[in-house]
């Protein structure tokens, strides 16, 4: 799990539609996989994200297997005012990683 | 000597628990041949609905028609809702009828959504149907469905 990515528009206003785009390298394993000797390769997935606003919850994924390897995720938020985003991606045994982003609100 | 009494008394035992193993198997077979198994999907869908009956196509889940490659399938889901505090979209469940698991993802949305739509890139093991489950904040279900025709399954089967 590394090298998260978010997209951000540039600038908003209070009270703006904006679209917010994730994206992150993880391999996904599904758990339903074996490798050449026959075994089965454990479950391995990013299985929950998260989004806060200046301490406010935004959007929130529970993730299963079905969901492709570098999970992608967009969603939308009208914009309370001026803050900083949360970013949570949560892995399979509990590793966290956390990024923070301010908006830049005009 | 104490070995060659030891040895019967554990035969008998042996048997008695096969033959109630045997008993239990064949009404355990007979049960699972009266009806025919559930699908998953169905049982999921229950298990999110309740008693309650989803409205049909309030949701919108944007697919492709064809996906060439079932690793990575690009899914938009999206409801139209005022998203204010007392009228929003709680979540929505994105489910996969024909996959190994058939619950993909679930997406919870709140006042400060704005707008109750979530994309994200699913993995498809064959032809199937993709369903959309929303839960409104006054209780109720919308439901949405798409056919996507798989050339290369995902899920590494």
């Known amino acids: ?106 | 000597m104490t070995e060659a009494n030891a040895t019967p008394r554990l035969d008998r035992r042996q048997f008695a628990t096969g033959a109630a193993g045997l008993v239990l198997f064949a009404l355990s077979a007979g049960r699972v041949g009266a009806q025919v198994p559930e699908p998953a999907w169905q049982q999921l869908l229950k298990n999110l609905v309740g008693d309650s009956k989803p409205i049909e196509g309030k949701l919108t889940l944007e697919l492709p028609e064809i996906a060439e490659n079932g690793n990575t399938v690009p899914l938009t889901v999206s409801v139209e809702s005022p998203m204010t505090a007392n009228d929003y979209v709680k979540a929505i469940h994105v489910i996969a009828t024909e996959n190994p698991q058939p619950g993909v993802a679930t997406f919870r949305f709140g006042p400060l959504s704005g707008k109750a739509s979530a994309a994200t890139r699913m993995r498809l093991a064959r032809t199937q149907e993709v369903i959309g489950l929303a839960e409104l904040s006054d209780g109720k279900f919308l439901l949405g469905r798409r056919t996507v025709k798989v050339t290369i399954g995902g899920c590494g089967g």
């Open chain 1, 1 to 106: 799990m590394n090298k998260p990515r978010v997209k951000l528009p540039d600038a908003a206003k209070a009270g703006d539609l904006i679209e917010i785009k994730t994206l992150i390298s993880h391999v996904m394993e599904t758990g339903q996989r074996k490798d050449p000797d026959g075994k089965v390769i454990p479950r391995n997935i990013i299985n929950s994200f998260s989004a806060t606003f200046a301490g406010n919850e935004v959007f929130k994924a529970d993730l299963q297997p079905g969901i492709s390897a570098n999970p992608y995720l967009s969603f939308f938020m009208r914009v309370p005012g001026p803050g900083e985003f949360e970013f949570t991606w949560v892995e399979d045994g509990g590793n966290k990683l956390v990024e923070k982003i301010k908006l830049n609100v005009t």
